[in-house]
């Protein structure tokens, strides 16, 4: 099976210390690239991050991020910091005497350092949020998957159409072959010359060679197989299928510059066009 490079995946996680979001999304890359967006607290999970999909990913640029958004209710029991406390009440009592003004409780307990939540477990909160991180990589590879088997049935149509065109330019060659000997019958009439029979049979024979395809449209057969042994087989081929099309476009190119009738001018236009299309999905695969 082939893979896509550009596919998305989300995946919620929710516990009593509030909610998390994995989001992963790529597009084609030369190599692999990987860029994590994470809030502060969780920066150290990069690492982690990044060595999860480069076991599973070979190409594309994908970038992941990470929301986080705690339960305000999940708050550790509040404790007051009995020391200091006691000294905010002495110096603001001292306060109070010289201005003979009040002490507001409230304005103590918001003093900094004078009430106390316990932190939240945080080991046990990442622990969660790596369970979903491996679900939203197994969501995120499914879906290239699934965008794989459209590209790879969309390339074999064009492969078809590439053979079809192959049976044309071979069904061409008779009638070409016999175009061109009367073509330089009729040329030799026109000037009155001896036809040399023997000489005339070597000319034949060398246009027909000059003008042969045989061996473009062999190769282009050659490729059309290599090309679905390669899907076939599936992994990272995307460079192998780039390469492909290299070699199409060779054959493609020669066929063109040795066409003598529409029909086959028309083809080779026709297999160009393929062998674009081709090319322009294979950008994707991994």
């Not at 060595?51 to 305000?72: D, M, Y």
């Not at 910091?81 to 409780?105: C, H």
């Not at 149509?157 to 061409?172: K, S, Y």
Request: charged share 30%; glycine share 4%.
């Amino acid at each position: 099976m082939i893979h896509s490079m550009t596919a998305y995946a989300r995946r919620e996680i929710k516990g009593e210390w509030g909610t998390g979001v994995w989001e992963i999304r790529s597009v084609n890359q030369r190599y692999l690239e990987t860029f994590i967006r994470a809030p502060e607290q969780f920066r150290g999970l990069e690492p982690v991050v990044r060595e999860r999909l480069r076991a599973k990913l070979q190409r594309g640029k994908v970038e992941v991020f990470l929301k986080f958004a705690a339960n305000p209710a999940h708050v550790g029991e509040m404790t007051i910091n009995d020391s200091l406390a006691q000294q905010i009440i002495k110096n603001a009592a001292w306060v109070q005497e010289k201005t003979q003004g009040d002490i507001n409780p409230m304005d103590v307990l918001r003093w900094p350092g004078v009430m106390e939540a316990q932190e939240m477990d945080m080991d046990s909160v990442q622990t969660e949020l790596l369970a979903g991180l491996n679900s939203v990589i197994k969501d995120f590879i499914e879906a290239r998957a699934s965008e794989g088997e459209n590209l790879e049935e969309m390339i074999d149509t064009r492969l078809t159409a590439i053979l079809e065109q192959v049976d044309i330019v071979e069904a061409q060659m008779p009638a070409v072959i016999k175009w061109q000997r009367e073509k330089l019958t009729t040329r030799l009439d026109e000037l009155q010359a001896e036809i040399d029979t023997n000489r005339l049979e070597q000319e034949l024979i060398y246009l027909a060679q000059k003008q042969d395809v045989a061996e473009e449209l062999d190769r282009l057969k050659s490729h059309v197989k290599e090309t679905r042994k390669i899907l076939k087989k599936g992994g990272a081929c995307g460079r192998r299928l780039d390469f492909m099309m290299q070699e199409f476009n060779r054959e493609a190119n020669t066929l063109a510059s040795k066409s003598i009738n529409t029909e086959v001018t028309n083809a080779a236009v026709e297999l160009k066009v393929l062998i674009e299309q081709m090319r322009e999905q294979i950008q994707n695969i991994e």
